[in-house]
């Protein structure tokens, strides 16, 4: 059971927008920025999204997040079937004075 | 250009110990913190345990905590994860990380090493 609750999956159609959500308690998401991750299997993940809100180069800003008190979610617009990856939402938690990931998106492009 | 090298992943008995380095480059290592992040297989990722640029610093998931220790060694720009009464559950592949700062935003992954626990 992960401390961030994520749905385990997602699907949309090639230029569709799809949302994941991402929700936590006051220790973590509350309290402290959220990262979002993609993974695709095999590979290393990768940052899309930290400080809650800065892509890193090479991110396109098709990929945005927003959040709110204890929930935060990814938004993927224009989707492409490159999207196609399991997407994982993460957060330090005060309480347990460690790092939390949520349990992991997977989204397919239909 | 950053780049983290696991090894040490290997088959282990129930009980038994392990030891996992990850040797970074293109970076000046003794400025960022590094984790260890693990997936089991079918399962999703897992943070493990984090230590300070300094090393003066670390912290461990309460599944690990007790029996796994985590250290650097920035003389040789190499970080590890000491492992001991490993059980099946923590079959997994464990990747060593670095956030763009702080403790958790992992923009730099390696890619992998397989630690197997089974009799």
């Known amino acids: 059971q992960s401390v961030l609750t994520q749905p385990p999956s997602a699907s949309g159609t090639p230029g569709q927008r799809v949302t994941i959500s991402c929700s936590g308690s006051?220790?973590?998401?509350?309290?402290?920025?959220v990262t979002w991750y993609q993974h695709l299997p095999g590979t290393a993940p990768k940052l899309l999204v930290y400080?809650?809100?800065q892509r890193p180069s090479g991110v396109p800003d098709r990929f945005s997040v927003s959040k709110s008190g204890t929930s935060a979610s990814l938004a993927i617009g224009g989707l492409q079937s490159e999207d196609e990856a399991d997407y994982y939402c993460?957060?330090?938690?005060?309480?347990?004075?460690?790092?939390?990931f949520g349990g992991g998106t997977k989204l397919t492009v239909l | 250009e950053v780049q983290l090298l696991e090894s040490g992943g290997d088959l282990v008995q129930p009980g038994g110990s392990l030891r996992l380095s990850c040797a970074a480059s293109?970076?000046?290592?003794?400025?960022?913190?590094m984790s260890w992040v693990r997936q089991a297989p079918g399962e999703g990722l897992e943070w493990v345990s984090a230590?300070?640029?300094?090393?003066?610093?670390?912290h461990y998931a309460d599944s690990v905590k007790g029996r796994f220790t985590i250290s650097r060694d920035n003389s040789k720009n190499t970080v590890y994860l000491h492992m001991n009464s490993l059980r099946a559950d923590d079959t997994a592949v464990y990747y060593c990380?670095?956030?763009?700062?702080?403790?958790?935003?992992?923009?730099?992954w390696g890619q992998g090493t397989l630690v197997t626990v089974s009799s």
């Open positions: 990380a670095r956030s763009v700062s702080g403790w958790y935003s992992f923009a730099y």
């Open positions: 400080s809650d809100h």
């Open positions: 993460a957060a330090w938690d005060d309480s347990l004075n460690g790092v939390v």
């Open positions: 006051s220790s973590n998401v509350g309290s402290n920025s």
């Open positions: 230590i300070s640029g300094s090393g003066t610093s670390a």
């Open positions: 293109g970076f000046t290592f003794s400025s960022y913190a």
